[in-house]
């Protein structure tokens, strides 16, 4: 990336103990510095990374406590990365609307009254059965048949209606699957391809919930984080689409994938026994998205191969499972 641009407001990070959060906050604070990033969520957790950089409890579904938040804060921009995931949010579907929807209406509502950019990652949830299964293009049909892809599809709608209504400077992405060594996996549909790291590292043997051919659209966080500031700093002139555009990585199986990391321990064995619910929502997604929007308008580039990702995911999380068990 380019060097970053002078900023003169801080940045909100909301949801900053999940899967995207815990490696976008330590990735903004590298870029901007630290006192410029403060990291927020719901849960009482301790925060990782040296003490006196700026952590807070935050509910983003009270609209009151998150706009005294903004103005006592002098907030500019906040990545807003509140919202249940796929599994999870089917199991809990009214819960999730209540979040997912909830929260981003008061972040879009304060960032309206205070003057803010938002960043909201949508989801290749946001599609459903009748949309095209491969090269998904950037405009297409949106049925999704999951809560937790209504709740996208919403939101991008929401995201655009404040953007051109009231010149909020909403943008977007839709993430495929992510996979990061620093979180656990946190309810998706796709988090098979966090799990099997794991399982593979300490166990040399995973349990699949998905069926061994279905193919869905992966990204390595890196890239991902790197996805949201390069949109995020990207000259609004250029972008023609907002929210959300399409970026992807790969494309693979639980069986290419389970080949990919057999090169590096030989002895690894992976079964399947199908989750229905989870099988069903994966169907009914891309196995692969059309990205050239995103590389045209911003010059979106992924860094990260299948076997690259394989090869730096399983000497990442190694040594910090070896940490972990060391200091239990």
Known sequence: MAAPPARSRPILVTGALGQIGSELVPALRSRYGNDQVIASDVRVEPF???????????????????????????????????????????????????????????????????????????????FGPTTPRDRTPQVTIQRPTTIYGVTKVAGELLCDYYAHRFGVDARGLRLPGLISYVAPPGGGTTDYAVDIFYQAIRYRHYVCFLAADTRLDMMYMPDAIRAMIELMEADPGRLRFRNAYNVTAMSITPAELAAEIRKHIPDFVIEYRVDPVRQAIAESWPRSMDDSAAREDWGWRPKYTLSEMVEDMLARLTERLKSADTSE
């Open 48 to 126: 990782a990374g040296p003490t006196g950089f700026p952590s807070e409890h935050l509910d983003c579904t009270d609209i009151s406590q998150l706009q005294d938040f903004v103005w006592r804060h002098d907030v500019g921009t906040i990545y807003h990365l509140v919202a249940l995931l796929s599994a999870t949010a089917e199991a809990k579907p009214q819960v999730a609307w209540s979040v997912n929807m909830g929260s981003l209406y008061n972040v879009l509502e304060v960032a309206r009254r205070c003057r803010c950019s938002v960043f909201f990652p949508s989801s290749i949830g946001a």
